[in-house]
């Protein structure tokens, strides 16, 4: 069976300079508009019906209507208008929680052509207002695999026109990480038996020939070869032996040859039942989604590839199932990884540590100047952050600040956790190396950094991510939709804006 990839949304999108006049809305089937807070009166002159929306914000009911208002224009088109309002010291989560709100509204209209507008901002604000409602948009456009028999009502949209702008906005990143955070969300929500590891790598081998990664796959035989014992172990109850790494590599044009600078690495259990440690449930029913951190991986990969980097990138995806069966591994099995690292299993529903492990070995054996895991890992993360943020760890002194900063201004947030020396007594073994995880779940999320991070050298800058916000009832940011493939933007941030790549190759300053 082949996987049908997401369509890319067929939104043609312009922009315009010109002076605002009635017909600018009259072409239009709605028109979002998104003003500071503080906005003037007078700002509402150069608007088209800017009298009617002043009306609008005059009525009695206008305040209990709360941050948005909708309205149409008493036009031929009957143009249907949803007007929003931001402080002008929002954050880009809130900027980006508004949008989505905003881009939601609009769309119960199904408009085949949508305008937006964003009057009284000041120059600093045109572009952020911009990009949080195109990403909102593209985002809100973006259809979930669905298997009904009645097919969903097709996507209108056809047509987003920016109205009123000083000069036009480069949207080139905001589309790129839009079309890779919907092929992760797209991917996680794919039912267990439409993605198994076999079909998750026919996926990733269809996108390397469009976009001309090279791709090489270490079956379960040659990672057999390479020591791969922390890997195998979780697939051992498989009856497809179809598990596997998949390395992808994007390279810029002439430089073919050239080593990763960046290295992508995804947890991808495309199913988990725990294991012999069985999941009750409610624990178990949504774990096709387990293999999030790879979708986020690859939707990372095509991102960076559309803006063609100037830097190299690897993407390392960690292919299995974590089944139950007379071949499972089981806790107290005595387990050998890449590395050499001697683990004892203590609880086999940690598998996600496991398959990362010899994945984050190999990675790092190809010297990149940093490594990116991501993984929906831990229940611990989630408790100590909800679903609002994602867990990051990494081995670079000071590096929390910069964590945080990305977070923030992506609007992805994430809180740095500590990766101390003493937390490893926890995981000490009597007859091991190290401890797969503790008896106890008490600061999990740190204990599984602490095992990663044996398995990535000390001199290589490695940064982990666990994806507590991988999923949010209702959405997150500017995703409508609860599966959020968190990560992309937030990437995009450390490499494109942070440096991080480049900054943390040259070791920490004094």
Avoid at 98 to 106: F, N, T
Avoid at 212 to 218: A, E
Avoid at 221 to 246: S, T, W, Y
Avoid at 468 to 478: I, N, T
Wanted: net charge positive; glycine share 8%; aromatic share 6%.
């Amino acid at each position: 069976m082949k996987i049908r990839l997401p369509d890319r949304p067929k939104i043609k999108l312009t922009q315009s300079t010109d002076k605002l006049v009635r017909r600018s809305f009259d072409r239009l089937e709605h028109v979002i508009i998104l003003a500071p807070k503080e906005i003037k009166a007078s700002a509402w002159k150069d608007v088209p019906y800017g009298s009617n929306l002043q009306k609008l914000l005059r009525r009695k009911d206008a305040k209990k209507a709360g941050t948005f208002l909708s309205s149409r224009f008493d036009n031929t088109a009957q143009t249907g208008a949803t007007l929003g309002f931001l402080e002008t010291k929002a954050s880009a989560f809130e900027l980006l929680s508004q949008a989505r709100e905003i881009v939601a509204l609009a769309m119960k209209d199904n408009p085949a052509s949508l305008g937006i507008l964003v009057p009284g901002a000041s120059p600093g604000q045109i572009g952020r207002f911009v990009e949080g409602l195109v990403a909102a948009t593209w985002a809100a456009a973006l259809r979930l695999p669905s298997f009904k028999a009645k097919a969903q009502a097709p996507l209108r949209l056809k047509s987003v026109r920016l109205l009123g702008l000083p000069h036009k906005q480069d949207l080139s990143r905001t589309l790129a990480e839009a079309e890779g955070n919907g092929l992760a969300r797209y991917l996680t929500a794919l039912p267990t038996n439409q993605l198994t590891p076999a079909h998750f790598r026919q996926c990733a081998a269809e996108l390397a020939e469009l976009h001309g990664w090279r791709m090489r796959f270490l079956d379960e035989k040659r990672l057999g070869k390479l020591g791969a014992g922390a890997f195998l172990a979780v697939g051992q109850a498989n009856p497809r032996p179809d598990g596997g790494l998949v390395h992808l590599q994007y390279r810029p044009p002439n430089r073919k040859k050239s080593k990763p600078k960046v290295a992508l690495v995804g947890k991808g259990i495309c199913f988990d039942t725990g294991g012999t440690n069985l999941k009750p449930f409610k624990s178990m029913l949504h774990m096709h989604q387990d293999m999030e951190g790879a979708a986020v991986a690859l939707g990372t990969l095509l991102a960076l590839s559309r803006l063609k980097v100037d830097f190299a990138v690897d993407c390392w995806l960690a292919l299995a199932e974590n089944l139950i069966g007379s071949r499972a591994y089981k806790p107290q099995d005595l387990i050998v990884a890449r590395n050499g690292v001697s683990i004892q299993v203590v609880h086999t529903d940690a598998e996600g540590r496991m398959v990362l492990a010899d994945t984050l070995t190999l990675a790092a054996e190809e010297k990149p100047s940093l490594v990116v895991d991501y993984a929906t890992l831990t229940g611990a993360c989630v408790a100590a952050l909800t679903t609002r943020y994602s867990g990051a760890f990494s081995n670079y002194p000071g590096s929390h600040e910069v964590l945080i900063r990305a977070g923030r201004q992506s609007g992805e947030r994430v809180w740095p956790f500590p990766l101390d020396e003493d937390f490893d007594a926890d995981l000490s073994s009597d007859v091991a190396d190290v401890m797969q995880c503790s008896e106890s779940n008490e600061g999990d999320h740190i204990l599984a950094a602490r095992f990663l991070g044996r398995f990535v050298p000390k001199s290589t800058p490695w940064i982990h991510l666990d994806l507590a916000a991988g999923q949010h009832k209702g959405g997150l940011a500017h995703i409508p939709t609860e599966i959020t493939g968190f990560g992309v933007r937030y990437t995009l941030n450390l490499l494109l804006d942070q440096r991080v790549h480049e900054q943390w190759a040259v070791g920490p300053s004094e």
